[in-house]
Antibody, heavy 119, light 106 residues
Framework: EVQLLESGGLLVQPGGSLRLSCAAS????????MSWVRQAPGKGLEWVSG????????YYLDSVKGRFTISRDNSKGTLYLLMNSLSAEDTAIYYC????????????WGQGTLVTVSS | IQLTQSPSSLSASVGDRVTITCRAS??????CAWYQQKPGKAPKLLIY???TLQSGVPSRFSGYRSGTDFTLTISSLQPEDFATYYC?????????FGGGTKVEIK
C-alpha cells in the first residue's frame, strides 16, 4: 500500500526557515517524480515544487523560487522541502504527492502538514 | 499557464447533471487532471489525461477536451459528490490548478 507521510510543519516567525519531510513507502520511490502542493486556509490548491525521480530536475512556483529547495534521498525514500525567508503568504497545509507518470495526475497524497508563519 | 475554472460555485440537487469548465490560457494538449476535495481531506484524483477515469472512480464522472477548454461532468449527482473540484495542468512547469468549484446542495 502506497503511503506518504509528511512531517515538519510548525509555527515559525516571518523570515524564518523550516524543512518539511515526506516519508514514502509501498512503492519504488526512486522511480517516480514527486511534488509538493499547498493549500492556504480556506483557499485553493497551489502547486509549489516538483523533482524528477533521480533528483536531477527541480521545478518551482515563481513565488518560491530562490527561497524554497526541493530534494530527495532515494536511499531513505524521503522527499524534502527546505523553506527559507518565510512570510505569512506561505502559511498553508503542505502536501506531498505522487503521480504514476507524466500525464497521470497525482493519485497519491499525504495527509498534509501545517506550516504557520506568524509573529 | 493560468487555468480559469467556472463556475466558482454552484447549487444542485441529487440526480442533477453538473458540468464544470476549465479554460487554459494556452495550449496544454491533453495534460489536464481533475480532483475532488472534501473538507479536511487531501484531494482525490478523478480524471487524468483530460478524459481517462482514474481506477475506482464511479463512471458518472467524465472528462472532455475541446482545444484549450476542459470539462468535468457528473451525470447524476450523488450525496457524496458535494465537494470542491479542481482542474490541474501538467503540461509544463510550473504546474497550476484552477481556482476550484464548490458544489453545494440546493
Amino acid at each position: 500500500e502506497v503511503q506518504l507521510l509528511e512531517s515538519g510543519g510548525l509555527l515559525v516567525q516571518p523570515g524564518g526557515s523550516l524543512r518539511l519531510s515526506c516519508a514514502a513507502s509501498g512503492f519504488t520511490f526512486s522511480s517516480y517524480a514527486m511534488s509538493w502542493v499547498r493549500q492556504a486556509p480556506g483557499k485553493g490548491l497551489e502547486w509549489v515544487s516538483g523533482i524528477s525521480s533521480s533528483g536531477a530536475g527541480t521545478y518551482y512556483l515563481d513565488s518560491v523560487k530562490g527561497r524554497f529547495t526541493i530534494s530527495r534521498d532515494n536511499s531513505k525514500g524521503t522527499l524534502y522541502l527546505l523553506m527559507n525567508s518565510l512570510s505569512a503568504e506561505d502559511t498553508a497545509i503542505y502536501y506531498c504527492a505522487k503521480a504514476d507518470g507524466y500525464n497521470y495526475g497525482y493519485n497519491y497524497w499525504g495527509q498534509g502538514t501545517l506550516v504557520t508563519v506568524s509573529s | 499557464i493560468q487555468l480559469t475554472q467556472s463556475p466558482s460555485s454552484l447549487s444542485a440537487s441529487v440526480g442533477d447533471r453538473v458540468t464544470i469548465t476549465c479554460r487554459a490560457s494556452q495550449g496544454i494538449s491533453s495534460y489536464c487532471a481533475w480532483y475532488q476535495q472534501k473538507p479536511g481531506k487531501a484531494p482525490k484524483l478523478l480524471i487524468y489525461a483530460a478524459s481517462t477515469l482514474q481506477s475506482g472512480v464511479p463512471s458518472r464522472f467524465s472528462g472532455y477536451r475541446s482545444g484549450t477548454d476542459f470539462t468535468l461532468t457528473i451525470s447524476s449527482l450523488q450525496p457524496e459528490d458535494f465537494a470542491t473540484y479542481y482542474c490541474q495542468q501538467l503540461n509544463s512547469y510550473p504546474q497550476s490548478f484552477g481556482g476550484g468549484t464548490k458544489v453545494e446542495i440546493k
